[in-house]
């Protein structure tokens, strides 16, 4: 049986030396679809490549979950049922953040910039918020790489810790990480570009530095 367990200390574990993300997740209607399914195991073909070209190294797997479209009461509830329905993925996964709790850090974000660029790039996503009344995709994209890489802390992180019966959860990697993967469909190619171009580089090299995230489409 699997438990999900709440963190507060990302790096309370052993830091990982690489975080991977794998297949941004998107669970339409509450449900399982057969699309996610298909993003999964191609997921999982790349995760056993990559551990084997990083024998040695401590990595940790992280799933986020885009939940803006669904309507969550409990989240914690909802990634019990459906870790119990999809053993074969949650089997596998370390981590857990719901995209929709990753506006709450934006503030940590904007403190992270250079200050040379700090107001035209806070500016340009509180207008957007303003607009839209939500986070635009490489908003988010910007916040969860910068939070795997530890730029932002490791106290009171969105973040669920996936507790199987096989593993210890005392010798797991953290969830920060030296170094971050994302493995994703290559229609997230766009937002991702995006969020590098507009938010990541513009980071303090000492808080980040957006050469160490990596990805790998399918």
Not at 18 to 28: K, L, P, Q, T
Not at 106 to 130: H, P, V
Not at 182 to 193: A, P, Q, V
Request: aromatic share 8%.
């Amino acid at each position: 049986m699997i438990e999900l367990i709440p963190i507060e200390h990302g790096s309370k574990a052993p830091k990982a030396d690489i975080n991977v993300e794998i297949a941004h997740a998107y669970w339409r209607m509450d449900d399982f679809t057969e699309q996610l399914a298909i993003d999964f195991k191609q997921s999982l073909n790349i995760l056993s490549s990559l551990r084997q070209e990083n024998k040695g190294q401590r990595i940790s797997v992280s799933l986020l979950i885009d939940d803006k479209r669904l309507d969550i009461f409990d989240k914690l509830d909802w990634l019990i049922c459906e870790s119990n329905r999809c053993k074969d993925i949650f089997s596998v996964v370390d981590y857990v953040t719901f995209e929709s709790d990753l506006k709450n850090l934006l503030m940590l974000l904007y403190g992270t910039l250079k200050l040379s660029n700090r107001n035209a790039i806070e500016t340009d996503i509180e207008r957007y918020i303003k607009t839209q009344r939500k986070t635009a995709c490489s908003h988010d994209i910007a916040i969860w790489h910068s939070m795997r890489l530890g730029a932002l802390g490791n106290l009171n992180l969105p973040v669920y810790l996936v507790k199987s019966s096989e593993i210890n959860c005392d010798l797991r990697p953290s969830f920060c990480a030296s170094r971050v993967i994302s493995i994703l469909n290559g229609s997230d190619r766009e937002n991702e570009e995006r969020a590098e171009i507009d938010i990541l580089k513009y980071i303090e090299k000492d808080k980040l530095d957006w050469r160490n995230i990596e990805r790998y489409y399918y």
